[in-house]
């Protein structure tokens, strides 16, 4: 019986706008109609009361066709900064750059504890997660960052791949002091830098840049000997 109904409704589809009559033993109902994509299919009964089902084409498309609202989502057309162009694909263009700086990091030789890393690993990490919780809502993913449009955050991730590509390249955080700067919460202008109770590493910092700038004043010496560049007159 089944196959004789969807026989009947496909041909019904066929035809269009037809009226095909279906056999009395499968319904309680004589007609199968088909108007503009649409169509009503009386499920085959085993009980006394049919179940009617609609199915229509148009409708479903509606539904997925959401609204479009100028100036957000799909109707954005400017982002009104100059040289930065709407990006209808943010969603995934962001998951990619943001992902890519995680991916650089951790294919690097930079410590786990490094401070640069673990700022940027929680930032990507935030703006990642915010995004995957609202793929179509980027207004939401911008309030949420609080950094900009998405456009805008797409173009600091690129930024940010510069800084970090130098950063790992020079090896930066080797620079940083292990011990952390010395910061003076109630700093005393007649204070001796230079006495016994100063920081040793202030202290001798001090001495250090004293030193060079001796170094400098005697090269500099030599400077005012210099009588300048040969005379080029006449040529």
């Known amino acids: ?20 009559s279906v056999p009395k033993a499968l319904t309680t109902t004589t007609t199968f109609a088909v108007d503009s994509g649409s169509f009503l ?7 006394q009361d049919a179940q009617m089902r609609s199915f229509s084409t148009a409708e479903a498309m509606e539904e997925d066709e959401k609204p479009i609202i100028p100036g957000i989502g799909k109707g954005k057309t400017s982002t009104g900064i100059v ?10 263009v ?12 951790e294919n690097s030789d930079m410590p786990e504890t490094c401070t640069y890393r673990m700022n940027v690993t929680k930032w990507a990490n935030f703006v990642i997660k915010t ?18 449009q998405v456009e805008e955050l797409i173009e600091m991730a690129d930024n940010e791949m510069i800084c970090m590509k130098m950063y790992i390249k020079e090896k930066f955080w080797l620079e940083v002091d292990p011990e952390g700067p010395e910061i003076d919460f109630n700093p005393d202008p007649m204070k001796d830098e230079l006495g016994a109770d100063s ?16 170094n400098w004043v005697d090269d500099d010496e030599e400077y ?12």
């Open 83 to 92: 040289g930065l162009k709407v990006e209808p694909e943010w969603y995934n």
């Open 41 to 47: 299919l009386w499920q085959p009964l085993r009980r």
């Open 131 to 148: 995004v995957k919780e609202n793929p179509e809502d980027p207004e939401f993913v911008e309030d949420e960052v609080r950094m900009g």
């Open 94 to 105: 962001m998951l990619e750059k943001f992902q890519l700086l995680l991916d650089t990091m």
């Open 224 to 235: 005012d000997e210099y009588e300048g560049p040969p005379d080029h007159e006449g040529i």
């Open 199 to 214: 920081d040793p590493r202030t202290r001798q910092k001090i001495l250090d840049d004293i030193e060079r700038l001796k």
């Open 1 to 20: 019986m089944n196959t004789i109904l969807r026989q009947t409704a496909a041909r019904a589809l066929r035809a269009r706008s037809v009226t095909a």
